[in-house]
């Protein structure tokens, strides 16, 4: 079965910019969906944004208009770009691939998890 990394994740302060990472250790089907989630201690696992090989994407509304969800033409990659953090973005984030079409940032619809960066925001 594939396995997922994240990296990028690290220690700022609001208003900052982060590139999470998440490379897969082989190809991954191109009609797969693939997503990041997040998880704040005490809290439940969030959807945070979905990709597709079409281009649809979809995104929890707290993060629109400040994150962006992107893929390599290889789709062996996936990337969140963040911006403007805040503190409530604090968390520990997750890749995710399902092997179906994107159609729910609900995490149970998702098999495969990669272990996890953290991402702390500082006021």
């Known amino acids: 079965q594939v396995q997922l990394a994240e990296s990028g994740g690290g220690s700022v302060q609001t208003g900052a910019s982060l590139r999470l990472s998440c490379a897969a250790s082989?190809?991954?089907?191109?009609?797969?969906?693939k997503g990041w989630f997040r998880q704040a201690p005490g809290k439940e696992r969030e959807g945070v944004a979905y990709i597709h090989s079409d281009g649809k994407t979809s995104y929890v509304d707290s993060v629109k208009g400040r994150f962006t969800i992107s893929k390599d033409n290889a789709e062996n990659t996936l990337y969140l770009q963040m911006n403007s953090l805040k503190p409530e973005d604090t968390a520990m984030y997750y890749c995710?691939?399902?092997?179906?079409?994107?159609?729910?940032?609900?995490?149970?619809?998702?098999?495969?998890w990669g272990q996890g960066t953290q991402v702390t925001v500082s006021s």
């Open positions: 082989r190809y991954i089907r191109s009609n797969y969906c």
């Open positions: 995710a691939v399902s092997q179906g079409y994107c159609y729910t940032l609900d995490y149970g619809y998702f098999q495969i």
